[in-house]
């Protein structure tokens, strides 16, 4: 049996294939000490997202599933603390005493009462699926002796071995609570465990990369339908207006009656059989505005040609895109999708189109990390591409380009994805060389351009400094 684990901060779960199949690149082994060592035992600890595998050598290996800082410790033998991780960039991990890992919660009613009832503090494990139980029961308003009564309910229930896998919004979470509707049931936790990665990790990821190409497309299915309105809006009013070679021919055929002098005058339109105002300019003569109209007209018909062709092209881009969102509905899997976007080139085009943007682009640990071109890239990555959660990130007191982690709805912002950006932001300014550089941070929604200041300048209104050392993208 093989134990796999993802613990990345935006998806965090293991799971326990009897078959693996190791890809021939991009690997390596870790814990090369215990490759070949024989367990002696599992155990989980006490209240606390934490395992432990016990080797015959006395070597001992701790998974810690704390969510966005999950990772793997490895304890020698005799050893109180890791002497490797998994995940070394969760330097805190590194003084976790393993005698301390298990937590003592005392679970009695005179505890509970002593409270005065507090969910957290009695018992601190408590996930979100098992609060909103309680605040669905009225467990807030309720009296400590009903509170008891309905802490004594969930705590039966959670220590019931009867795992379902909810779908909340886009998120699939594992629940030991009665669930109406579950995509899966069983009394396994192994079996349970496979199937949560498999929706977390395969079909999440899927329908995550499915739905972010179906956005794409009904975007820009929203943009040319609203191009298509305003150039059709257009082309009727360019032709019900009078044109100017008409207006040209009229003033032609009336030189005789009109003054320069004049700025407007009445005159017979014999292509409406109607008298029509024709306005005129003041010092220039007749045949003077006669020949602006004409060319006027000129200029006028290939603005019409290049409407119409603009128009043309707009439409089959609409129908091309209602075309790909109908077959894009019908992929149910990772290898249709594959093929779906490499028979549209799609990935060519948004190369090209990434090109065109003003920000290079990074992925740390499953979030979004924008970096800045130039200063006017900056002031266009402020403007157009931050949301007011995301992160804002700048070397402090310098010139050098603006950095933004993106928000990622449920999640807060990992330190370690923090630290890796802040390196960014000080490679990306004068701080480059630098063995050790500041750099501020803060919610966008605390920065803000003030007009007439020069490109990628910014007034922050409330920061935090962090230090780091500069470090680019191949310093990974």
């Given at each position: 049996?093989?134990?796999?684990?993802?613990?990345?901060?935006?998806?965090?779960?293991?799971s326990?294939p009897?078959?693996?199949?190791?890809?021939?690149?991009?690997?390596?082994?870790?814990f090369?000490?215990?490759?070949?060592?024989e367990?002696?035992?599992?155990?989980?600890?006490?209240?606390?997202?934490?395992?432990?595998?016990?080797?015959?050598?006395?070597?001992?290996?701790?998974?810690?599933?704390?969510?966005?800082?999950?990772?793997v410790?490895?304890?020698?033998?005799?050893?109180?603390?890791p002497?490797?991780?998994?995940?070394?960039?969760?330097?805190?991990?590194?003084?976790?005493?393993?005698?301390e890992?298990?937590v003592?919660?005392?679970?009695?009613?005179?505890?509970?009462?002593?409270?005065e009832?507090?969910?957290?503090?009695?018992?601190?494990?408590?996930?979100k699926?098992?609060?909103?139980w309680?605040?669905?029961?009225?467990?807030?308003?309720?009296?400590?002796?009903?509170?008891?009564?309905?802490?004594?309910e969930?705590m039966?229930?959670?220590?019931?071995?009867?795992?379902?896998?909810?779908?909340?919004e886009?998120?699939?979470?594992?629940t030991l609570?009665?669930?109406?509707?579950?995509?899966?049931?069983?009394?396994?936790?192994v079996?349970?465990?496979?199937?949560?990665?498999?929706?977390?990790v395969?079909i999440?990821?899927f329908?995550?990369?499915?739905?972010?190409?179906?956005?794409s497309?009904?975007?820009?299915k929203k943009r040319?339908?609203?191009?298509?309105?305003?150039?059709t809006?257009?082309?009727?009013?360019?032709?019900?207006?009078?044109s100017?070679?008409?207006?040209?021919?009229?003033?032609?055929?009336?030189?005789?009656?009109?003054?320069?002098?004049?700025?407007?005058?009445?005159?017979?339109?014999?292509?409406?059989?109607?008298?029509?105002?024709?306005?005129?300019?003041?010092?220039?003569?007749?045949?003077k505005?006669?020949?602006?109209?004409?060319?006027k007209?000129?200029?006028?018909?290939?603005?019409?040609?290049?409407?119409?062709q603009?128009?043309?092209?707009k439409?089959?881009?609409l129908?091309?895109?209602?075309?790909?969102?109908?077959?894009l509905?019908?992929v149910?899997?990772?290898?249709?999708?594959?093929?779906?976007v490499?028979?549209?080139?799609?990935?060519?085009?948004?190369?090209?189109?990434?090109?065109?943007v003003?920000y290079?682009?990074?992925?740390?640990?499953?979030?979004?990390?924008?970096?800045?071109?130039?200063?006017?890239?900056?002031?266009?990555?402020?403007?157009?591409?931050?949301?007011?959660?995301?992160?804002?990130l700048?070397?402090?007191?310098?010139?050098?380009?603006?950095?933004?982690?993106k928000?990622?709805?449920?999640?807060?912002?990992p330190?370690t994805?923090?630290?890796r950006?802040?390196?960014?932001?000080?490679?990306y300014?004068?701080?480059k060389?630098?063995s050790?550089?500041p750099?501020?941070?803060?919610?966008?929604?605390?920065?803000?351009k003030?007009?007439?200041?020069?490109?990628?300048?910014?007034?922050?209104?409330?920061?935090?400094?962090?230090?780091?050392t500069?470090?680019?993208?191949?310093?990974?």
């Open positions: 049996m093989y134990i796999r684990a993802n613990l990345l901060p935006v998806i965090s779960c293991i326990f009897l078959e693996f199949k190791r890809s021939k690149r991009n690997t390596i082994s870790l090369p000490v215990i490759i070949g060592q367990i002696k035992g599992i155990k989980v600890f006490q209240f606390e997202r934490a395992l432990r595998i016990d080797l015959l050598s006395g070597d001992c290996l701790v998974f810690k599933l704390h969510g966005t800082r999950s990772n410790l490895f304890y020698p033998k005799d050893s109180l603390f002497s490797i991780l998994f995940r070394n960039e969760l330097k805190d991990d590194w003084n976790i005493n393993l005698l890992i298990d003592q919660l005392d679970l009695s009613v005179g505890h509970f009462q002593a409270l009832g507090n969910a957290s503090k009695f018992l601190p494990t408590l996930g699926i098992p609060r909103d309680l605040k669905n029961k009225g467990y807030i308003e309720a009296d400590v002796q009903s509170k008891w009564s309905l802490m004594e969930l039966d229930m959670l220590n019931v071995p009867h795992y379902a896998i909810i779908r909340e886009k998120e699939f979470n594992l609570l009665p669930a109406e509707n579950p995509i899966f049931e069983s009394s396994d936790p079996e349970a465990c496979n199937e949560l990665f498999r929706y977390r395969v999440q990821a329908e995550k990369e499915k739905n972010q190409w179906q956005k497309f009904e975007e820009q040319t339908k609203a191009y298509i309105q305003k150039t809006e257009k082309l009727e009013e360019l032709e019900s207006a009078t100017p070679g008409q207006i040209a021919d009229i003033i032609m055929a009336n030189l005789h009656q009109i003054s320069n002098e004049v700025e407007e005058i009445v005159l017979f339109n014999f292509y409406t059989n109607k008298d029509e105002i024709i306005k005129l300019k003041r010092g220039l003569s007749p045949q505005v006669a020949e602006n109209l004409y060319r007209s000129k200029n006028r018909k290939k603005e019409l040609d290049q409407l119409y603009n128009l043309e092209e439409e089959e881009i129908l091309q895109l209602e075309d790909w969102l109908d077959e509905a019908k149910n899997n990772f290898r249709e999708l594959k093929e779906f490499k028979s549209k080139q799609l990935l060519e085009k948004q190369k090209v189109k990434e090109e065109q003003p290079k682009r990074f992925e740390v640990e499953g979030f979004d990390v924008l970096v800045g071109k130039s200063a006017k890239a900056n002031d266009e990555l402020l403007r157009r591409y931050a949301w007011k959660e995301d992160l804002w700048h070397a402090k007191d310098v010139s050098g380009s603006h950095v933004l982690i928000f990622r709805s449920g999640l807060n912002y330190k994805v923090l630290e950006a802040a390196e960014l932001a000080a490679f300014s004068k701080y060389n630098e050790l550089a750099v501020i941070y803060t919610s966008v929604k605390f920065v803000r003030v007009k007439g200041t020069p490109p990628g300048a910014v007034m922050v209104d409330k920061e935090n400094v962090l230090l780091v500069p470090k680019g993208p191949t310093n990974e």
